[in-house]
Nanobody, 125 residues
């Protein structure tokens, strides 16, 4: 069974940076399209960014593209999300997942994905 461990979240002031990590075990990783998702209290989950097997990156929205950078290290079965210039509205629980769609800002997680516990990001103003 696939196991997912997200880490790197925390409390940071507005304008600060965090680097999130997501390590996948129990399955192949190099052939998975991976994405980052976030969910704030009372809001629906939204796709943040995704990265193809080839390493080509898709960003969910223009407002995030200049601040967030997704990357992957297949040797470590890990996908990263570098977040800079953080804003209070970025506060959310962040999860990674393999995706069934990663194209033109549309990021859809695999329905059978075994979600990890996520990592909490809190940005103070």
């Amino acid at each position: 069974q696939v196991q997912v461990v997200e880490s790197g979240g925390g409390l940071v002031q507005a304008g600060g940076s965090l680097r999130l990590s997501c390590t996948v075990s129990g399955s192949t990783f190099y052939d998975r399209v991976m994405g980052w998702f976030r969910q704030a209290p009372g809001k629906e989950r939204e796709g943040v960014s995704c990265i193809l097997v080839s390493g080509i990156v898709e960003s969910y929205s223009d407002s995030l593209k200049d601040r967030f950078t997704i990357s992957r290290d297949n040797a470590k079965n890990t996908v990263y999300l570098q977040m800079n210039s953080l804003k209070p509205e970025d506060s959310a629980m962040y999860h990674c997942a393999t995706t069934t769609l990663c194209s033109r800002g549309i990021i859809v997680p695999a329905p059978s994905w075994n979600w990890g516990q996520g990592t909490q990001v809190t940005v103070s103003s």
